[in-house]
């Protein structure tokens, strides 16, 4: 019966996720922040950084796209012409064994998993095998350095293993968890909690 149980959570889970009904989801995030700016200048501006191998993956537009908002909450402008910070952003996702993870219907044979860069596609192998196997974890990092001498003055990582799908809405919630508090977050890893929802 304990296999029955997951299975139906997992279950219930996905379709919440998948369906087009309203709810909510709290995404617990883990942030760890380090800050040497003491307060925002004048002219907050900013400009996207990129690795070279940033600048080599297409995908890294669309997501400062998604990081961009969180930034402008913060405080943030950006200015590619005149900008007093330089800010670079990244981001991991991967699927993991979910913690309801039924050893009974094994890893994996129901979901065919393919990520884009940073976006996520999904698709069926079947209409419920594999349904606890739903899981994922996602990894954003934000680094800020103050211009123009390249000095590092804010560095944020948030984390979090969870079960909702669309990158294009975790992650946002993620660079909004990993600016908390922005530009004197509180020291050392916390939990911050932001609240998705479903459109209807």
């Known amino acids: 019966m304990a296999h029955v149980f997951r299975f139906l959570l997992a279950a219930a889970a996905a ?9 909510t989801y709290l995404l ?23 690795t070279l191998s940033q600048q ?26 005149a900008p007093h910070f330089s800010v670079q952003v990244s981001a991991r996702t991967e ?10 219907w094994g890893w994996g044979g129901g979901w065919s998993v393919g990520f884009g860069g940073h976006h996520g596609a999904i698709g069926f192998g079947g209409p419920w ?3 606890d196997s739903y899981w994922f974890r996602r990894e954003v990092s934000i680094v800020i350095r103050e211009l123009p001498a390249n000095r590092v003055v804010f560095e944020s990582h948030a984390t979090n293993d969870g079960p909702v799908l669309d990158n294009r809405v975790v992650l946002p919630a993620m660079f909004d968890a990993a600016l908390q508090g922005f530009p004197n977050p509180p020291p050392g890893p916390r939990r911050v909690d932001v609240q998705l929802g479903t459109k209807s």
């Open 15 to 23: 379709a919440l996720l998948l369906c087009g009904c309203a709810g």
């Open 95 to 104: 699927q993991v064994f979910s913690p309801y993870q039924d050893p009974y």
């Open 28 to 50: 617990d995030n883990q942030v760890q922040s380090f800050s040497q700016l003491p307060a925002l200048p004048a002219q907050p501006t900013f400009r996207f950084e990129r």
């Open 129 to 131: 095998r594999g349904l």
């Open 56 to 81: 080599a993956d297409p995908v890294q537009q669309a997501l400062e796209g998604l990081a961009d908002p969180a930034l402008f909450k913060a405080g943030l402008r950006r200015d590619d012409a």
